[in-house]
């Protein structure tokens, strides 16, 4: 119950932020999702699960209600400590872009609004319990986003903003359109009372999510807007906004499954597919920007991988969710401590040797990888429980599959120690040894310190008591 | 299953000290890099290690054999799980004692060096991780420890990044085979080892699900392995079984896997003594001891076994081969020492590949061949870092004015290679003994082959170890460079080392089976062949006319085409073609699908041009239109 007001924090503090000084002002909203944070990680160790109704509409739309349990805490105790730790690091980073831009100080109360909110809503959209909320908040982080790459991104911003907002409002609406259809079956939108979703609904649900997430084909928009974006708001497109298409489609499991299981080996080719393509994407890339965001494309498919494999599979999808956004958020940092080090050096071809000149932020990008690798860190887990489905679903018959999936993991590590040599070791290049705020490596460090400690008690033994219980059962 | 706190706290503690006395240095050095007193703090590393080993030896004499847990994810049935056993109990001291030698020799060796934090950060991280693998019974308790001496493996190989350091490389710099110069660098070294080995850890971890899925515990001791090959049949047991082995052959550098391990060299050297040789190498043999441990494969005639033992023991024997015959041609200290390295890794697994016809007994003669290479290799890598310390060559090189200068050194090698080749009466005589035995068993059940490759691979490992303590000691050319210091720590630390052999030689002769075994005829005719080889290749470590042959073992027949070469253009290929292919759908999503609206719009707006006269043409072109039409239709009779 107390972790409803909680989450009403960082909205509050979204709103203050502006009347204080930039430093406070970033204190306050990190502070705002911290507390959220330490919320959602006791709601989650007492296992509680809870609906809380806010309000009531007339049919089809139902009640709107706040809907925790160990799945929305999971997910939400992740948005929380990113957003948190992000919040920090925009401080420097974005007073940065805005002297390179030539705008004054004062455009960071504009900023810290923005981005508050679209953090916040993000943390919303994990608990609602009503599908017209949840995509209330999704349209939300969705308008907020673009206005940040719009007003701060990189090139050709303004073409890349349209571009992310046209992409992604298409997949919205289709995810509207199929909620729609479900109220018209449902007379309602409340998850609670939601018994069955057709297959209309559920291809509108899923094609809208799978551009949103994004699968092969339509991942073309996500290079454009993780690149150009201004660096804390690709560490947040790319870590969370994206993977909440995993939330919404493993929502949408949990009430009817139907229609994955009815298509479960065409999806699981395509994910299968899109993850490896993408995964050798990776190597061409030269720009390091670029390079995560094809990444992230492949760890996508991880996830849609995971949503065809019963049980396991989908508490696979929770923890790769988690550890790709622990992961991914600190590479992206990573990126921006190179960008606001070395003038907007992103082009990996003039990288080569850093460790000398940058070694925390080198040492950061190790923790980034290892996470996406799931070497040590909570991925290893979400790696883990995907195999095990696999087995559960196909037995050990079906080698071409477990080869497949076996070779995603196996490439995944090839290209991140790759980037990882490329950029940051060999010969160092003459460069000079700049001066890092502590802002720009001490958040990305205590995020690679969460996701090990995540897979050691007690942490992993709730995350998984908890995702046994709302998920547990069959196959 | 025991509860008892008292353990878990031990070996907890044995776990966590050593990364945690670690951990002052790494924050210092990201601070403070190179600051007097931060030098200072390896001796902290260094002490976590000591308390590791003292905990470890407590666990030899006091601890009883058992199964220790602690609960990790108790809903799932995954929980830590411990075993203190034949095998635990050894392993782990050896793998303290070496770390904790290793260290102090380290003390002296890096003092210099420009990257302590990191090194010492992983260093006492990976002697974590080995003990965690060493002392785990539960498959996922195991696998942490195995992912982190990967990391650490990585970290360390590529410990000295900048590769500006011509000592650090691997090959000669600047030869050329075809389109691949024949040598590495630390930072490449690094990234083969870590992409080699994921290439065998995903396949272990997806076998390791496979168990979990099928079984429902990961605990080594309590998985019904033969119910479960019943389960999955011939088969599945097969493919199960194979994938799981990637962990162990490619962490453990069998063929075709070993290319990792050669320019693993171009790590410091006392990594190379610990984890490339002593232990980290040597996990994955030890892994498949203790699964053949529980597995008991001589329990059973499961046709699957039948065949994974088979390929095992081939696969290993080839590797061991092929090892010793490169390591003949090789003349770089410590590559040398690699291939030699991968030849004894060969023959432990085919020893414990053995146990399938032979039973357990060919598990622990595997077993006590490890602990005595380990011993011995370590001392001889270490010796091999004080003389490119000395000589400031990786070649070998030293002759017998050189060896005066270096007694210590000198004298050690004799001990380590006389104890090592197999020469009677000394420790691995005996232990290869039992190995011939073994091997003499399975031809009694019909596998002549793995005796004689045995004997082959023996007689040509004497002689490269022959060869290297000649060309460093006594035949080898003078020097180039001569910087011969006051090394005492780092010879503490090899003399102690070696001494080890003596203690195994004691241990070795307590044990009737290899005091029996070494007693045979056989065992003593494949012993004076050692000992004919190691003089020869000691009077005479390089003959001139086989210079083309030894340039094809030194290039280790080639192989390192298939990492630089085969399949990096595989790979690039594709990468290529999906770079077309994004280039494709980019090109067609947005530009070709917003200019195909932008013709539309301009083909509409071509109409509104707001001039009477072009209405009008378009007005009597509909009527023109229309009125073929109704011709037409005419024509055609309609209605």
Redesign the interface.
Known sequence: MILVYLLTLPFIASLLAPFLNPKKATHLLSLSFLIPFVGALASLAMLSTQEINLVSFSPPVGDFYILIDPISNAFGLTVCIVSAMVAYYSLPYMQHRFEEMGLGSDEYRKYIIIFGFYAASMLWLVYSGNLVLLYIFLEISLITSFLLIYLYGYGNRRWVGILYFIWTNVAGVLMLIGFIVVALDNSSLAIRDISAISMVAWLLIFVGMVIKLPGLGPHIWLPWAHAEAPTPVSALLSPLTVGLAGYILLRAYLIDPSFIIAYRNPILVYAIISSIYAGFAVFRQTDYKRLLAYSTVSQMGYILIGLCLGTFGLIGVVIQYMSHAFGKSILFMTAGGLIASYHGLRDIRKMGGLHEYVPSLSNAALLGFMNLGGILAIGMFGEFFILRGVVDVFSLANVGLILAIVFIFILSGWYSFYTLKKIFYGTPKAMERPKISRYLDVPLYLIGILSIIFIFPPLITMLLNGLKAVIGGGV | MNWSMNEILQLSLMFLVPVISSLPIAIAW?YR?GEEWARKLPYLSVFGLFISLLISLNILFNVEDGFYSY??????NINFVFVVDYLSRYMGVLTALIAFLIGVYGLEYMKDDYRLGWYWFFFNTFTASMLLVVYSDNL?TL??GW??L??AS?GLI?HW????DEITFVGEKGRKVGPLELSW?P??G??RA??TI??GD??M??A???I???VGTLDIHSIPWHELFER?GF??SV??LF?FLMGPFTKSAQLPFSEWLMTAMTGPTTVSALLHSATMVAAGTYLFMRLSWYIQPWNAETPALAVVYSVVLFLGLISAFYGAIVALGLRERKVLLAASTMSSLGLMFASSAASFWIGQIAIIVAFWYLMVHAFAKASLFLVAGHLIHATHDRFCSGDRVFSRKMKAAFAVTIVATLFLSGIPPFTAYWVKSAMDGVMEHLAEEGVILPFYLLVLVSVIYSAFLAKFLSLNFMRGEKPKHEHVENANLMKLAYSIMVSMLFILLYAVSHEHHFVEEGHLVTSFAVGVLVTVSYLIALYKPSVKAFSRVGVFLTDRMYLPFLNDFIIPKI??F???V??Y??RG??YF??QAIPSFFDWISRLIRAVQKGYLPSYLRIVAAWIMIFIVAIAIAGWYGWP
Do not use: C, K, Q
């Open positions: 990201i890099p609960p990790w994810i108790p809903s799932l996922l696998l942490i992912e982190g990967g990391l990585w590529g990044f900048r590769d500006d660098s930072s490449f690094g990234w870590i992409s994921r290439f995903m396949p971890f997806f390791i699900a496979t979990f899925a099928l999955i088969f599945g493919f199960l994938l790979g690039w594709i990468a290529a999906v770079d292919a994004n759908i980019d999503f947005h």
